[in-house]
């Protein structure tokens, strides 16, 4: 059972990279980008096939999976902003073009990296540590990295033009700002971290799979409301965007908490899909039942606060 959570921390870990990515597009911009399915599978086969088949660096990989998520979320953002695509639609256009892409790159629906050196297995062989806690280390690490570099990013000029674009478009555009080179901006930003993840995630698990990116936008927002919930739930309440980009990695890590403790109650893993719709669904219904039943609570039987 203890092995079994501390799995489920590190594998919690590094999508928390990918949610990072959700989280740009999804609660800064006000898009629900489903490129995300796509470029995670992205990140992945483009690691896997220069690790085995052109013997590159594992961590030069990682950098080649960012810049296929990259590539992905710039051509969403043009088929967005050239040519007035809802944005929905043009993620859908690139999910879908980026599974015929990923068979392309891969030759085949699998690709085993059982064989090859990873990061994992190279930083393990190095400090003698269980992989799992290597693992752990290093999601955590690359977890603060991106978390730190968001926050300044998201400080500067260029940031603060990104996020007055999803807090109000119009007003954005009257003060002069290109909103079309903000969203460009911030697809690429975001698949860039999915790809990211998801090349990590190949290392980790040992293999690349043209399905594995299948759900990942469902764990992202999963990862992102139970973040939310948690924060509404401290004392305080975490509302500082620092504190909210740390929400979305602990939300990551809790939902494959729960998925890794039902799971060893027993739950059919063929019903996974099923249940990451209801933690989200549960998730965006416990604040709102909450909030009514504190404004009921707020009134006294005569009708006066």
Not at 41 to 57: E, K, R
Not at 73 to 100: E, M, N, Y
Not at 266 to 286: F, Q, R, T
Request: hydrophobic share 55%.
């Amino acid at each position: 059972m203890l092995q079994a959570m501390l799995g489920a921390v590190s594998q919690g870990i590094l999508w928390g990279i990918m949610v990072l990515g959700v989280f740009i597009t999804y609660k800064i911009l006000d898009i629900a980008d489903l490129t995300v399915d796509g470029s995670f599978a992205l990140g992945g086969c483009v690691c896997a096939i220069l690790v085995v088949n052109a013997g590159a660096d594992p961590w030069l990989a990682l950098l080649a999976g960012t810049a296929a998520g990259i590539v992905a979320g710039a051509v969403t953002g043009l088929l967005h902003t050239l040519f007035d695509i809802p944005a929905i639609l043009a993620g859908i256009l690139t999910q879908i073009s980026l599974w015929s892409v990923n068979l392309r790159i891969m030759g085949k629906s699998n690709v085993p990296l059982l064989q090859t050196k990873t990061v994992f297995s190279s930083l393990a062989d190095l400090t003698g540590m269980p992989q799992t806690t290597i693992t752990v280390v290093v999601g955590a690490i690359f977890a603060v990295l991106v978390i730190a570099l968001l926050y300044w990013f998201f400080g500067t000029e260029i940031g603060s033009a990104l996020r007055a674009t999803g807090n109000n478009e119009h007003m954005s555009r009257a003060l002069g700002i290109d909103t079309r080179i903000t969203k460009v901006i911030a697809l690429m930003l975001s698949n860039g971290l999915v790809g990211l993840s998801g090349a990590l995630i190949c290392q980790s698990q040992k293999y690349a799979d043209i399905g594995m990116g299948t759900g990942a936008i469902i764990i992202g927002l999963a990862a992102i409301v139970i973040g939310e919930v948690l924060g509404r739930l401290t004392p305080g309440k975490l509302t500082s965007f620092s504190s909210r980009l740390i929400a979305a990695v602990v939300g990551s890590i809790v939902y494959f908490l729960i998925r890794a403790i039902v799971l060893q109650l027993g739950m059919d893993a063929n019903d996974m899909k099923l249940l990451s719709a209801g933690i989200v669904a549960i998730a965006l219904a416990v604040p709102v039942v909450w909030e009514r039943y504190q404004l009921r609570r707020s009134y006294s039987k005569g009708g006066e606060a």
